[in-house]
């Protein structure tokens, strides 16, 4: 299988994933943990997958989006954005608006 493969497999298989810099209970930038803190305060479930294990993956998943950063949040199948975009619609009640469209189980509180 191709990364390309293995990574639209991800994103297909997995509500809500973030490719990020370490892991989610370890994240290894700013940026990463910035997304990992945000979608941890709004109580979405989701898969967070280390592109730092692999040079492969790291360009592949920039490749993939056409985005040229990491992290990168993917919302049942859809490219959602980076860090300040999702940064921006956490702000704006528009990421757990879009969540919620999407189906994708949140804390209501949120």
């Given amino acids: ?3 390309k493969d293995w990574i639209k497999s991800e994103v297909e298989n997995n509500d809500v994933v973030l490719f990020m810099k370490g892991t989610p209970a370890f994240p290894q930038c700013g940026f990463s943990g910035q997304v ?3 979608l941890d305060y709004v109580g979405a479930t989701y898969k967070g997958i280390n592109v730092l294990e692999d040079d492969e993956l790291r360009q592949g998943i920039k490749e993939f989006s056409d985005w ?3 992290p990168q949040l993917y919302v049942k199948g859809e490219f959602v954005g980076g860090c300040d975009i999702i940064r921006e619609m956490f702000q704006n009640q528009e990421l757990q608006s879009h969540l919620a469209e999407k189906g ?3 804390r209501q509180s949120a």
């Fill in 68 to 70: 040229p950063t990491i």
């Fill in 104 to 106: 994708v189980e949140t």
């Fill in 1 to 3: 299988m191709s990364i």
């Fill in 36 to 38: 990992v803190q945000i």
